[in-house]
Structure formats: structure tokens, C-alpha cells
């Protein structure tokens, strides 16, 4: 096996170590982690991808100029407040969190990222910052992985972290991840926080290529609802301490970059699995499309529906509502050609109704996790989406998030 799971989160690198603290940065009076540290011991390469959204949050605008420089030693993450549409003051605040760990970590500020999550216009509370960033540097360790998760949970109901060994030809390396995200989550770009961390030797360029191409087949094909947020980001730091390079167009290139994807598929279905209100995760199939492109549209109309995802939660085999999407998508599609699937059970083809039992549908539908497989009959690519249903504690959640 080139690839195998493994324990350890962003500290299952080689020379990477992190730590967790409570700062109270929603409510002094209460004790949830609510502050995190990824510190690597050398310079590592950095890329990242963030938000298309135009509102952007000052942390992503840090980090963009972090990423373009291309050497990063730490990340700091705060949950509870977005700082976003602060104004002056939050670029200030993410320089002063910056300045700080720089002096306590005695690096460059411009080596450091910063990320946060939370309520958009309202100033973070920079004294528990502070108090929170010097706690977090005196607690670092490679044992608290599991913390960090926790730390930048916000309506998240479970920390994710995944990591894995690859195999390598010269040696193994490992790469791990953490996240975050449950609600504000639609493709493009990554609607979530990921930091993801890898011992391998391997040049930022060819960083940035692979993450954008991971990102592309796993964060950029989720949805929780329609929403991007202004904070999305993932960050990907590669400090070379296993001492195994990874050539670009090797064999080990892409063996690395499938132990990547594995990763960010991984936590992006996990935060799918914990959506805000969700009781059941949808893989999207889309095959036989003429392009890429175009399979993507269909697979994203179908995962955004909130016909199709209501229909998801009460179990109901409306397949028209599927088609319907299919239909609206904007790919010139011809229904006489189209096949679809409920789980394993044929319910479209030709144009009519295939022969089916319903009440065996239904049964594929009440299940946490079950696939719905859309053949365009025009092509040979395909695209593979994840989604969840839409249900009533959905709305709870968001009606009352800052109340």
C-alpha cells in the first residue's frame, strides 16, 4: 500500500507541533478552545487558496500575500470572530497578531498566517488575543493535534483531522490535515478553514499546483447550503524534515498528490457528514458529460437544490426533481439520453420512468449515506460531488447564530 492512514493530525509531519487554548474571545466567562497554533520547527514552502467571494475577511488578504511570498513557519487561528468588514482596524489586528508571534517565535512576521471564523463586523477582542497567542506558543507540542481541531470549531459539531504515510520511492512522508466547516458551504472556493501539513521535499510551485488540483476534486465539491463565506481558506505547508524530495512529473509526484487528495476528500466530506443540520450525506456522480466543466454544473445544480436536498431528508424518490436540476443546470443536455440512478436502483432512462420499485428507493434514501448517479450520455467525464439534505434544525441553527 503506497497510501495508509495514520493518527496525528497537521503534527503527523515530521517537525511540525501545535497547541490549543481558550482566549473567551466570544464570552470571557466561558472555556471552549477557541484559539490555535501550527508552528513548523524550519521554513516550509506555503500555498493556499482562498475565497472568490469579493468580501474578503483581512486574515485572507494576509494570507494571500503570505502564500504569494511562498515561505510560511506558523499559523494562527482564531474561532468566534471572522474579523471581517472591520475595517482599518482588522487590517491592524491580523499586523499585531502577526507582529507578536513573530517576536515570541523570533521569525519574519511575514512567515506567519492568520486565519479566523466566526461573526463578520465585529472587532476581535485583541487583549484575549494576545493573553491567547502567548499561551499558545508556550504550549506547543506535537501531541495536541486533536485540540487544534477542536479550537477552530465554531458551529461544527466534531474536530476533523485525517493523515496519512505515503510510500515514496526514496522513503515515506506523511501528510495531515485539520478543518472546519458546517455551515456557508457551496463549491468555489473551499468554503471552510483547512491547514494541511506534509514533511515531504518539494518546491512551492509545485505545491501550489497540486493543492489547487485537490482542492478542485474535493473542496471545491461540497455543499451544505448555497452560501460562500468570506473567510474560505486552505493553506498548504511543506517544511521537507523527512528529507524525501518529490520530483515534479515523477511517479512519486503522483503518488504523493493521490495521498493529497485523500486528505482533502477526507475533510471535505467530513464536513459535509457534519453540515449544520445534516442527517445524510449525498454523493453526486455526474458521468458521460462532454467536458469537465460541464459535469460540474450539473453535479453542482443537483447539490444545491433545496428541492433535491429536502427530497434527501425526507426520503422521498422525487427523481423529477434531480432531472429538473439536471435540466436547469445550463449544460445543453438531451433527455432521451440522460440515466439515473438512486443508489443502485435505475429510476430514468430514455426519456420515461424506468421499471422500479419505489418503496425500494425509499429504503437507499434512509440511509446516512447513499449516492445519486446522473449519465449525461454525451461524453466521458465525469465529476463527483458531496452534498447534504436540508433540514428543519438547518434553519434553527441559522436563525439564532448570533443570538
Known sequence: MHIVPIDGGVCASLGFESSAVSAGIKNPEQKRLDCALVVSKSDAHVAGTFTTNRVKA???????????????????????????????????????????????????KEHILVMSTGVIGVPLPMDRIRKGIEECVRSLSVENHLNSAKAIMTTDTVPKEYAVAVQLSKGIVHIGGMAKGAGMICPNMATMLSVITTDAKISQQQLKSLLLRAVNKSFNCISVDNDMSTNDSVVLLANGASSISVEEGSEDETIFYNGLLQVCV??????????????????????????????????????????????????????????????????????????????????????????????????????????????????????????????????????????
Not at 502564500?67 to 468588514?85: K, L, P
Not at 453540515?275 to 458529460?289: F, L, P, S, Y
Request: with cysteine.
Open 58 to 108: 483581512e486574515p485572507v488578504l494576509w494570507c494571500q500575500k503570505v502564500c504569494e511570498n511562498g515561505v510560511a513557519r506558523a499559523v494562527f487561528i482564531n474561532s468566534g470572530n471572522a474579523n471581517a468588514c472591520t475595517g482599518k482596524q482588522g487590517k491592524r489586528d491580523v499586523e499585531t497578531i502577526a507582529e507578536q508571534l513573530a517576536s515570541l517565535l523570533h521569525l519574519p
Open 266 to 403: 477526507w475533510l471535505a466530506r467530513s464536513i459535509v457528514l457534519d453540515g449544520e443540520g445534516a442527517t445524510k450525506i449525498v454523493e453526486v456522480n455526474v458521468m458521460g458529460a462532454d467536458t469537465e466543466e460541464n459535469a460540474r454544473k450539473v453535479a453542482k445544480a443537483v447539490s444545491v437544490s433545496q428541492l433535491c436536498k429536502t427530497a434527501f431528508f425526507g426520503g422521498d424518490p422525487n427523481w423529477g426533481r434531480i432531472l429538473c436540476a439536471v435540466g436547469y443546470s445550463g449544460v445543453p443536455v438531451i433527455p432521451e439520453k440522460i440515466v439515473l440512478w438512486i443508489g443502485d436502483v435505475k429510476v430514468f432512462e430514455q426519456g420515461l420512468p424506468a421499471q422500479y420499485e419505489e418503496t425500494m428507493v425509499a429504503e437507499i434514501m434512509k440511509n446516512k449515506e447513499f449516492s445519486v448517479c446522473i449519465d449525461l450520455g454525451l461524453g466521458t467525464e465525469e465529476v463527483c460531488y458531496w452534498t447534504s439534505d436540508l433540514s428543519y434544525d438547518y434553519v434553527k441553527i441559522n436563525a439564532d447564530y448570533r443570538t
